[in-house]
Every structure is written in structure tokens, then in C-alpha cells.
């Protein structure tokens, strides 16, 4: 059943039995027929309102009554049609230029409804570099049920925009290409899904027929094809596009797996698909046994298809180069795009005692054209869902930091690490900090897991970025804003020095960034703590640690051994090494109480604690 039966058997249902049951969205708009067209004010600024924003449908003839919570049928009579026809008339650009958008509302249907009969205008969403639109001299943009006016500074941007995509990469024109290179079969398969929810567009039964098309679609421009005609429906593209319609995709393993190597070359669409298929053939499965024996994959196939067609998305086709695929089994995914952030999507500072290097997710694609085919092929969401996404699912610990390394202006990496964001190591970290964690809540309830998780987003980010790693920025308008309020509110963690004030920037109390505590132990044991081995100077700032900032305050070897060992290694691999590890461990435990630089707090108990009345042992390492 399409959208409209489903809308008006809902509305039918609710008038005929008196009943209100919410039907108006971020696509559909009820209207009474207005009785002229200069009464006609409110219907256009919903379609001026869905041309700016993702299209949708005005429905005339029903309306909707909030305050009694009920429906009224109108109707809808056949002399207001010519007014129909002026819509399209209506609206214009910045500069007050009567535009003729006939083409985003072309399609008008008269349904049978009750006793009479309503309109129902199908309104397309404006491709970007027509946007924005303006209803006498008020551009409008659709949020949630109703129609808002877009603020100054935003219609600014957007027109910076699209000075920006005037000299789109996607329309490059392509050498040596006719118009039989095409592939007939191909756009008719775009015109179809073109058709799914109401018929847009004829098949066409030749190249000939198509052009009219074609060119609306930017396929084709001043009669040459354009790089995006090649990659939806092109032939022989290699010929033509050389590496921009090829991914390189290989596993990083020391075993030999050449066979495993591949190259992929295709149209965009299927070169989309049969990437996500390569990858979800050689990632790792595991068990959940939780789950009754189910099959689990290292990497949600959700996450993979949406980072594998935000590459071929995003990436530079004035660019003749391939994006790779590289998977590093039990580790990571990099997937390396031709390309690079627009500088205003960055924020670094390098010079700073903390460095930043930050992305700031962006709804505008680099290549519109093609984004908006994306979108019908399903293969494409938009609004900055991908980065979105992509924090989401670290916070959601189903994969540890996502970040990305800047090779070269032409070149970046994006790097889907293996794991959990609030891991072993992390877990380890707030433990040794509880106390000092309390003291900060001052009696409030516990962090909880959403807490955790941006504060270990913000903690990793902080590492990565002082290792060249660019993460993405999290903030308190992506669906975190009350975490990170309490958070601040206690804290735990505050803007940076340096943070632009449109974007901040957090960072985590300095306290959990600290190392070591060499300063302190070497007041406390003087030059005798300089003579002592590496690893003897890491388990007293370990227990130096616990003795101020946890609650036990005092820490045995064996939890001294595990923190220790988890820093360097993250995770435990090898039982037997970890076992190694502790032996060793108790050995310099035992050799630091000898030389009286530690005690036990009870006898009985191996509980310790740094000894500050250290008075200096020389016999230590005799």
C-alpha cells in the first residue's frame, strides 16, 4: 500500500469515527482549499518549507482542528485548480527573481475522499545548488510538523555553499565519452526507483529519448557526459574513469592471503555493494552465547555500509585514485578515500599544551548530485548521519574511538578500531580515580553509562589527537547534552583553553590525563627514588595513585600487576604472560617494603601504602 492510502484511510477512519490520531510529519501537511490564490499564503509556505528541506506532501481539503483535536472535511473543487498551476510562480530566489519550479511539483493527484474529494500536491525537495527558496521574501525550512523561518546566517552559509559546488568534482566532464556509453538499462533503473512512491519520470526507450533527462539530471552537461552520468550508468568505465570507479580492498595479515586480495571496478551503486560485501566476508565472527549461540560480527554491517558509501560519497573525483580498503584481522578497518576536509570542518591547534585536532560533522556533501541519487538508491541518508552513526556506535561500545590520520591533502584515512570505547583499560582508569570521582560528585548518584562513555570518548580523543589523529567532535547538541552537562556541571570535564565558541571543545579533568607522579614521590624519597629501575618508579606511582584517589586508598601487587599490564597491553591475551607479569611484579612489591618505600596498612593484609617517613635504605639492590 503507498503512503497517501495509508494517510487517507487513517484520516477517513478519524473523521468517520471521531477520533484524532496524529498524521501530520515532517512530510505531510493537511490544508483547507483556500478559497483563492491570494488566500493561498499558508499552503505555500509549507511547500516553500518542503522544497527547502527533504520535499513531502500537501494534502487539500482536510483540516486539521488542534484545539477540538479532530478532522474537518472540506473538500476540494475543481475551479481552484488554475490556482494550482501558479504555485510553481511563487517563490524565488535571494536576489527576488520569480523562479519556475514547475519541475519539483509537477505531480498533482484528485482523490475520491468521503463524500467529495481532496488534492494531493507531491512537493520534491530542492537539490542544494537550487536551495534556498523564498515565499514573498521569507525562505522556510520544515521541522517536525510545522514550517520555521531559516535564520540569516544559515541561508549565508548555504550560499557559500554553493559557490562552493558551482565547480562540483561530480560533474567534471568526461574525456572521450558519447552518449553511447551509456546504459540504457541503468537509467531506466534510476527512473524506476525515480517512480516508487508516484510516477515522476517515463521509461525511456532509447539514449535519444533520454537526453531531455539526462541533462536535468547533470549527466549530461553542455552536451558532454559528466564524470556522475559515468559512475550511476556508464559502460567500459575504466576506460573512462580510470581509478575513480575502483576500490582496492586487502587484509593486513602476517599469514599470506594474497587470494584474499581484490580489486573491485563498477558503477557506483554495485561498486558500493560488492565493497560491504568483501569486508563482511573477511571480518571475524564471533559467538554470542548470551544470545542463545548466535553469530556476531567484529563490525555491524549498518556501521560498514554506511562508512563504505560515505567514502565513494565524499571522496574527490577530480581525484585519479582508487579508495582502499584495508582490514587488519582482531585490530581495525581503515578505509583511505581520495580527498580532504574543507578547512572550515576543522579544528586544530597544535601549538597548544593539548592539542586539538577535531572534525566537525557536516550535512552538505561534497558531490549534491550524486548524493541526491544516493539517496534514491537507498545508499545515503544524509543530514550528517554518517558521523553521527559513527560516534554513536563507539558510545554505544560496540567499537572503540573512530578517528581519522591526514596523509596528504589528497589523501585521508578513516580507521574503525576494533573493541570497546569504555574498555578493560578505561575501567581500570576510573576504579583508580573512584575516590577522587566521588568527591567531584559530592554525593551525587554514580556516573552512569552514557557518563562513562563520553567521558571515555573525550579521554581517547584527547590521546588521539596528541598522536596526529583527527576525532570527531562531540558536543551537547548530538543527542549527549545531558551527559555532558553533569559532567561539566561536576567537573569531570570542562572546555578547552582554546575552544571556538561555536564549537566547544572538551577535555577531561587533568587529573585522569596524568602519567605519573614523578614530582611528588621524588619530594617524598629524595634522590633515592631517582636510582631506582623504570619499573619499580611504575608501581610506586601506581600505588601513589590508589592512596590518593581511591577509595580502598591502599592497592595489593596483584591489582598493581593487572593495572600495569592492562596500560601497555589492553587487553589479556596471554594468561601465561600475565601470570610473568605478577610474579615480577611482587618481587619489586617485596624489594620496596625491604627498602622501606612501602608498607602494608594491615600485616595481615597485603594492602599497601606509600611510606611517608622514608628514610633511606642502602641495601635495597646489594
Not at 619530594?523 to 595513585?545: C, H, M, R, W
Request: with cysteine; proline share 4%.
Amino acid at each position: 500500500m503507498r503512503i497517501l492510502d495509508k494517510i487517507l484511510e487513517k484520516l477517513e477512519a478519524c473523521i468517520n469515527n471521531d477520533v484524532y490520531v496524529a498524521v501530520e510529519s515532517e512530510k505531510v501537511e493537511l490544508k483547507p482549499t483556500p478559497p483563492n490564490l491570494v488566500e493561498s499564503k499558508t499552503v505555500l509556505e509549507s511547500i516553500n518549507a518542503f522544497l527547502n528541506t527533504e520535499g513531502g506532501i500537501v494534502i487539500l481539503g482536510i483540516q486539521e482542528d488542534i484545539k477540538n483535536k479532530k478532522y474537518v472535511f472540506k473538500g476540494y473543487k475543481e475551479d481552484f485548480e488554475p490556482n494550482i498551476k501558479e504555485f510553481c510562480k511563487s517563490f524565488t530566489d535571494k536576489d527576488g527573481n520569480i523562479l519556475d519550479l514547475g519541475e519539483y511539483l509537477k505531480n498533482i493527484e484528485i482523490r475520491e475522499f468521503l463524500d467529495g474529494r481532496v488534492c494531493v500536491i507531491y512537493v520534491e525537495r530542492l537539490p542544494d545548488d537550487l536551495k534556498y527558496v523564498f515565499y514573498k521574501g521569507v525562505a522556510y525550512i520544515r521541522k517536525i510538523t510545522g514550517d520555521e523561518i531559516i535564520p540569516e546566517l544559515k541561508i549565508i552559509a548555504h550560499e557559500e555553499y554553493k559557490e562552493e559546488i558551482r565547480n562540483s568534482r561530480e560533474l567534471l566532464p568526461v574525456k572521450g565519452a558519447s552518449l553511447q556509453e551509456l546504459d540504457l538499462e541503468k537509467i531506466n533503473e534510476y527512473i524506476q526507483l525515480l517512480n516508487r512512491e508516484v510516477k515522476v519520470e517515463t521509461i525511456k526507450p532509447d539514449l535519444e529519448a533520454a537526453i531531455s533527462f539526462l541533462t536535468r539530471k547533470k549527466f549530461i552537461v553542455s552536451d558532454e557526459i559528466t564524470t556522475l552520468g559515468m559512475l550511476v550508468c556508464g559502460q567500459h568505465i575504466k576506460d573512462f574513469l580510470g581509478w575513480r570507479c575502483q576500490v582496492d580492498c586487502f587484509i593486513d595479515s602476517e599469514v599470506d592471503v594474497a587470494q584474499d586480495k581484490k580489486t573491485i571496478v563498477d558503477n557506483v551503486i554495485p561498486l558500493m555493494e560488492r565493497s560491504l560485501s568483501y569486508v563482511l566476508k573477511n571480518i571475524q565472527i564471533g559467538v554470542t552465547y548470551t544470545a542463545g549461540g548466535t553469530s556476531k560480527p567484529e563490525y555491524s554491517e549498518k556501521l560498514l555500509r554506511e562508512t563504505i558509501n560515505n567514502a565513494l560519497a565524499h571522496r574527490d573525483y577530480s581525484i585519479d585514485k582508487y579508495v582502499n580498503i584495508n582490514i587488519k584481522p582482531n585490530q581495525s578497518i581503515e578505509i583511505r578515500n581520495p580527498g580532504y576536509f574543507k578547512k572550515q570542518l576543522l579544528i586544530e591547534n597544535s601549538k597548544h599544551e593539548i592539542p586539538i585536532r577535531r572534525i566537525i560533522p557536516d550535512s552538505k556533501p561534497l558531490n549534491p548530485k550524486l548524493a541526491d541519487i544516493l539517496k534514491i538508491f537507498d545508499k545515503w541518508e544524509g543530514k550528517a548521519r554518517g558521523m553521527s552513526n559513527l560516534v554513536n556506535e563507539s558510545l554505544n561500545n560496540n567499537i572503540d574511538l573512530p578517528y581519522y590520520r591526514f596523509y596528504s591533502k589528497e589523501d585521508l584515512g578513516l580507521f574503525l578500531p576494533k573493541g570497546k570505547l569504555v574498555d578493560e583499560t578505561f575501567e581500570v582508569l576510573l576504579n583508580s580515580y573512584d575516590g577522587f570521582i566521588e568527591r567531584l560528585l559530592e554525593g551525587d548518584a554514580e556516573l552512569n553509562s552514557e557518563e562513562k562513555a563520553v567521558l571515555a570518548y573525550l579521554y581517547k580523543s584527547e590521546k588521539a589527537n596528541s598522536e596526529y589523529k583527527h576525532t570527531i567532535m562531540l558536543t551537547p547538541d548530538n543527542n549527549h547534552f545531558n551527559a555532558i552537562a553533569r559532567l561539566t556541571k561536576r567537573n569531570l570535564i570542562y572546555k578547552h583553553p582554546e575552544s571556538p565558541e561555536l564549537y566547544p571543545v572538551y577535555i577531561v579533568n587533568r587529573q585522569f590525563m596524568k602519567e605519573d607522579y614523578l614530582s611528588e614521590l621524588r619530594e617524598n624519597f629524595g634522590s633515592a627514588f631517582d636510582a631506582l629501575p623504570q619499573e619499580f618508579k611504575n608501581v610506586l606511582t601506581e600505588i601513589y595513585k590508589y592512596n590518593n584517589y581511591n577509595k580502598k586508598v591502599t592497592i595489593s601487587a596483584n591489582q598493581t600487576s593487572y593495572n600495569l599490564y592492562l596500560s601497555r597491553n589492553k587487553v589479556v591475551t596471554n594468561l601465561r604472560e600475565l601470570d610473568g607479569f605478577k610474579r615480577k611484579v611482587r618481587n619489586i612489591f617485596n624489594k620496596l617494603e625491604a627498602g622501606g618505600f612501602i608498607y602494608k596498612k594491615d600485616k595481615k593484609k597485603y594492602q599497601y601504602l606509600i611510606n611517608s617517613d622514608y628514610k633511606l635504605k642502602p641495601s635495597l639492590f646489594d
